[in-house]
């Protein structure tokens, strides 16, 4: 496990979210990317807000396309290394999109039914969106917003987001 600043990064857990996204909704035109590293991006942060504790632990930067996952690159050469994942670009109108196929049943070992369960939320919230819409939607939450370029995203920053992005509910005594 890596560590940046209070953050503690669980590889094996961010390697089985991502295989599992990927098996749920890889397969959609849709699907690239950008797509992936915001589905990623609001399943760690909402699940932050949700329990007060990280998800994976990954660390986002704040990039012009919206918030990027640090490890992405890294952990998707250990899928494809392990067979458990399909890389190749497809031409989408005038950009070439990176498509992500699941080859094998994701292990979800590591994770819990609560975490799944958020998983799933985003991708149903996320999942019709390209990549131009999820990155503009991005760029409205609030630990995006309050987030220097290039720089690390706060995960605390959820607790300040508005009604479009915050998914707890929040009483009188929070």
């Not at 590889?11 to 749920?24: A, C, D, G």
């Not at 670009?89 to 999109?97: M, N, T």
């Amino acid at each position: 496990m890596d560590e940046i600043g209070d953050i503690e990064f669980d590889k094996e857990k961010f390697k089985q979210t991502l295989h599992y996204i990927i098996s749920q909704c890889g397969h959609l035109e849709n699907i690239g990317k950008t797509v992936l590293y915001k589905i990623l991006y609001f399943s760690d942060f909402d699940y932050y807000e949700l329990y007060e504790e990280n998800l994976t632990g990954e660390v986002y930067r704040k990039l012009p396309n919206g918030p990027a996952p640090v490890h992405f690159e890294e952990v998707m050469e250990e899928l494809e290394a392990e067979g458990k994942i399909n890389h190749f670009p497809v031409k989408s109108g005038d950009f070439i999109q990176q498509k992500f196929l699941s080859c094998k049943e994701p292990n979800l070992v590591l994770l819990s039914g609560k975490e799944i369960r958020t998983i799933g939320r985003v991708i149903a919230k996320c999942f019709s969106m390209n990549a131009r819409q999820i990155s503009a939607f991005s760029h409205e939450d609030m630990p995006y917003k309050a987030t220097k370029d290039r720089e690390i995203i706060d995960y605390e920053m959820v607790f300040y987001r508005n009604l479009l992005f915050s998914v707890r509910e929040y009483g009188e005594d929070d």
